[in-house]
């Protein structure tokens, strides 16, 4: 394994590796100049079609930094593909490209971004540390991003346009693009900060035409024919080097003009013609069936081809310059120019389509053989072998799972045929997992069913296959069995967070237990996480204290930050209700601190703890700490895309912003949060057991009895809430209604009962509300001794936690 680690460090330096000719190149003073200038503003666009020269005149210019002045900037080159549209994948590439050139820049931002669970990572928080970071050093830095064409999502554009309009002068951005990218441009170019090359100022003039054939192809031209290529190629370089390459057999140059005529795709199919026919046959055979390989290495090639010699064969064609490009110093790896590329693979689906798949899957295996895991599922896909990428899959997303990387897993499984994915059991999970708050509750559990019925089918045919051949083996071994726990675990959380039933999550959480080996951990802890949803479903706060503080010993016990930190969130959220609020507050910095990462940045799953921090400072009248706090967990929830918390903070600030009296605010919030939680695929349970009595408040704050009366009329209709606390909080709700519509008598009906349930279930939070409202419900009928007794409960409940405004706000 040792030679493919050293394979995988070499693949991944080829993407920071400034592409070198080992070729004369031409001067082009002008170009040189213009990109000098450009040091000065903070984005550079250099943007042409294919072949016209953009990263050899982008490379030649920076490799000659040296000879230029001492002060010039510091390279970081990053070399995309079409892998790279997933944002975070992006920046680690930008950072570690950075980080390449001044070691330790960005090492700790590279950790972080490693490192966070959530959908997706706070890329803007990232930045402004990028950002903050280069503003402290002395260094001038130049990012080269080329063929960013191949960047076609929106949040990469978007993140990157933040970095430009924040950009310290430290750093300068240039793109090296086939197509403009959707960028502020215009308001870039009005503030002089951008500078862009197009493709006529990248045509070659006719004298650096004469000085390409003459230099480069060794093939010097009278003027008058220069002029004449100038012409009919319009300086486009691809189309130069072509043409040299095919008048090397030629006595007469004019006889091939002739046929060197018309648009740029006819003079790319003409002239590739004529440079194949002039190569070796078996060069021809090489450069068409490698030409489906993004990268190119001489054992990679051997492995293909099933043959030797593929390292004198790339330098072959390095030698006679057609169009091989290397990515690092030691000749190990190379890349066809894309153009070549594209045309060598058209022509290998009309001669040999056939052959296509069959060097996919040598490809793959190769890969694979070498641990580059990625590509060889990249491969397998490409020659449609769907079990051989499923299999693949399957090694590789234990790896990526616990980062961000769920959506890659997901985009994988989705382009599996559905009859293969529900034949392997542990891929029917990990597709069930990536789709947590991003499809229904109904569609997930399918896919559990279908996880735990490929999963029994295996032990059947393993039971058969026994019998037959009268081996005395187990039917279902540890694997099976940990297997089986998992399916169940995962059941207990969706049907607890989603549903809130708690009779049944717990059911699956004791199966769950009776297959996991102890040794599982992290399960372990997601099912007492999920436990602790089931008792807090039931209003027994206590018993998901305990739970939540298990998770927590348990996740922390195997390593798992991010699930740490979730999980002494919740245990934060379940001291609120408890009424606890200094040891809730406590709770919260402490997952705060978890979360603080050596480069100050939160970690991506403290979202939850702010929010319910922020809670207690409204509470407690400290409004602009709140807003600050609850703010900040915002952000980073939108951020992060962790929707799962988002709307929920959006309703603790509607709530400090009533608080405030700024009802605008207020009502913008609401809106926030109810648009948040719809992304959610919820059902009544999440939104009437965590903020349905906080909206309640914000409707009849804000004059929306209309809308109040509709959510009460909806109730009526519903038959069966599985959750006690909800159906509670439900009738909370409907109390404040009943109150607004001045009916205190069927209030203090709904209420007595309520009261009652929450103080035996120590949910003082809740007690305390519910008194407060009796107290109002009592002064409504003049009953001031049963007002006054009410109330006064209320006050010594509240005391020792420093509740203030749950008597202002009433």
Not at 247 to 269: A, C, F, K, M, W
Not at 386 to 400: F, G, K
Request: with cysteine.
């Amino acid at each position: 394994m040792v030679e493919g680690t050293l394979f995988h460090d070499h693949l991944l330096a080829t993407k920071f590796f400034v592409p070198s000719s080992s070729h004369p190149l031409i001067a082009r003073p002008q170009l040189t100049t213009l990109l000098n200038h450009s040091l000065r503003r903070k984005l550079t666009l250099v943007s042409a079609p294919a072949g016209f020269g953009k990263t050899t005149l982008l490379s030649s210019w920076v490799q000659s930094f040296p000879q230029m002045k001492p002060q010039a900037p510091l390279v970081a080159w990053v070399s995309l593909d079409e892998d790279d549209n997933e944002p975070a994948l992006f920046w680690t590439y930008a950072l570690t490209a950075l980080d390449a050139v001044q070691p330790g820049l960005c090492t700790q931002l590279l950790t972080y971004l490693q490192t966070q669970q959530a959908p997706k990572p706070p890329l803007r928080n990232v930045l402004q540390a990028l950002i903050n970071t280069l503003a402290s050093r002395s260094e001038q830095f130049l990012l080269v991003l080329d063929d960013y064409h191949v960047i076609t999502q929106p949040e990469v554009h978007h993140s990157l346009t933040y970095l430009v309009e924040h950009l310290s002068p430290q750093l300068h951005i240039i793109l090296a693009t086939r197509a403009d990218p959707p960028l502020p441009l215009s308001l870039l170019r009005a503030r002089g900060e951008a500078l862009e090359v197009r493709t006529n100022q990248l045509r070659c003039t006719d004298e650096e035409v004469m000085a390409f054939f003459k230099k480069v192809m060794s093939f010097p031209l009278p003027a008058d024919i220069i002029q004449e290529v100038t012409a009919r190629t319009e300086g486009w370089l691809v189309g130069l080097q072509l043409l040299g390459l095919s008048l090397q057999g030629h006595t007469n140059p004019s006889d091939l003009l002739d046929e060197v005529n018309g648009s740029q795709r006819y003079i790319l199919d003409y002239l590739m013609e004529e440079v194949l026919r002039r190569l070796p046959l078996s060069v021809q055979t090489f450069l068409l069936r490698t030409s489906i390989l993004e990268r190119l290495s001489a054992p990679l090639c051997d492995a293909m081809l099933e043959l030797r010699g593929s390292q004198e064969c790339l330098e072959f064609l390095e030698r006679a310059n057609v169009f091989v490009v290397p990515l690092d110093g030691q000749r190990r790896w190379y890349r066809y120019h894309g153009l070549f590329a594209q045309a060598l693979r058209s022509r290998l689906e009309q001669t040999e389509g056939q052959a296509v798949s069959a060097l996919h899957l040598r490809a793959s295996r190769w890969y694979a053989e070498q641990g580059f895991l990625t590509e060889a599922i990249r491969h397998a896909m490409s020659a449609h072998d769907w079990p051989r990428a499923a299999d693949l899959i399957q090694q590789e997303y234990t790896s990526v799972w616990g980062n961000h990387e769920h959506a890659m897993v997901r985009g994988w499984l989705e382009k599996l045929p559905v009859e293969v994915l529900r034949v392997r059991p542990r891929l029917c999970l990990a597709y069930a997992k990536t789709l947590f708050m991003v499809a229904p509750y109904i569609t997930i559990e399918r896919w559990l069913h279908d996880a735990e019925r490929a999963l029994r089918a295996t032990g059947a045919t393993s039971t058969t296959q026994s019998a037959e051949t009268g081996a005395h083996l187990p039917p279902h071994g540890p694997e099976w069995e940990n297997l089986l726990g998992e399916i169940a675990a995962y059941r207990a959380i969706i049907t607890g967070y989603y549903l809130g039933e708690g009779q049944s999550t717990l059911a699956f959480c004791q199966e769950a237990l009776a297959h996991l080996p102890e040794q599982n951990l992290v399960v372990r802890a997601e099912i007492a996480y999920a436990q602790s949803l089931a008792y807090h479903s039931r209003g027994d706060i206590v018993a998901a204290i305990h739970s939540t503080r298990e998770a927590t010993a348990l996740a922390q016990a195997a390593g798992n930050i991010s699930s740490t930190i979730l999980y002494t969130s919740r245990t934060a959220y379940s001291l609120l209700l408890h009424g606890k609020l200094h040891d809730m507050v406590q709770v919260a910095e402490h997952a705060a601190a978890l979360g603080t990462t050596p480069v100050g940045l939160p970690h991506a799953m403290v979202g939850s703890a702010y929010i319910y921090h922020a809670d207690v400072l409204r509470e407690w009248n400290r409004l602009d700490e709140a807003l600050e706090l609850v703010l900040q967990a915002v952000r980073l929830s939108e951020q992060t895309e962790t929707i799962v918390t988002l709307y929920i903070g959006y309703t603790v600030l509607m709530r400090v912003y009533l608080a405030r009296g700024e009802l605008e605010a207020a009502r913008s919030a609401f809106q926030h949060a109810e648009e948040a939680l719809a992304k959610t695929y919820y059902v009544p349970y999440r939104r009437d057991v965590y903020v349905i009595v906080d909206w309640m408040q914000f409707w009849l704050a804000s004059g929306e009895l209309d809308r109040a009366t509709h959510w009460a009329e909806e109730l009526a209709q519903q038959t069966n809430v599985p959750s006690p606390l909800a159906r509670e909080r439900q009738q909370v709700a409907r109390s404040r209604l009943l109150l607004a519509q001045k009916r205190p008598t069927e209030a203090l009906l709904l209420l007595e009962p309520l009261q009652v349930d929450a103080q035996r279930q120590e949910r003082v939070s809740h007690v305390i509300e519910m008194k407060v409202l009796q107290a109002l419900a009592y002064q409504m009928r003049q009953q001031e001794q049963e007002a006054r007794s009410a109330l006064a409960l209320a006050v010594r409940l509240a005391e020792p936690e420093g509740y203030i405004r749950r008597f202002v706000d009433e």
